[in-house]
């Protein structure tokens, strides 16, 4: 009972975040796009390296940076977190230029386009649940 409750309560939590967001970048609106990204960019690293600082990780993200370089992973890693970047960008600048449903329907609509790509271009089946 103990998880779901967590599971339950860390959801409720999300949707209100991130329901709260718009309004928090609203706030933000005399602020460039850019920069209110480049310190999200900033404060996220700041915040993992004190995550890995107590739980003393290192020896774990290093052999499994090492592993991604040497398969060659790293660039897709890489291209992925500049696509993050691009999206969170624009979504940063819609909401501060009073775009904010025009930015959720993209964000309500992008996962319905990445699945008719992936079935598209990609040639992936969707189970019957799926669909």
């Given at each position: 009972m103990?998880n779901?409750?967590?599971g ?8 209100v975040?991130?329901?709260v967001?718009?309004?928090?970048w609203?706030?933000?609106h005399?602020v460039?796009?850019?920069d ?10 700041v915040t993992?390296?004190v995550?890995?600082?107590?739980q003393?990780?290192?020896?774990t993200?290093?052999q499994?940076?090492?592993t ?5 992973k ?11 970047t691009?999206n969170?960008?624009i979504?940063i ?5 009073n775009q904010?449903?025009?930015?959720s329907?993209g964000?309500y ?15 992936e089946?969707?189970s019957?649940a799926?669909m």
């Amino acid at each position: 009972m103990g998880n779901t409750r967590l599971g339950v309560t860390s959801g409720l939590l999300a949707y209100v975040f991130w329901g709260v967001l718009g309004i928090f970048w609203e706030l933000l609106h005399a602020v460039p796009a850019l920069d209110t990204l480049a310190y999200r960019i900033v404060w996220s690293l700041v915040t993992i390296f004190v995550v890995l600082l107590f739980q003393n990780s290192w020896r774990t993200v290093w052999q499994t940076i090492v592993t991604l370089t040497q398969n060659r992973k790293i660039l897709w890693i890489m291209l992925s977190g500049l696509l993050i970047t691009v999206n969170w960008y624009i979504y940063i600048y819609m909401v501060t230029h009073n775009q904010a449903t025009e930015a959720s329907l993209g964000y309500y609509m992008m996962p319905l386009m990445n699945v008719a790509i992936a079935v598209l271009f990609l040639h992936e089946r969707l189970s019957p649940a799926k669909m």
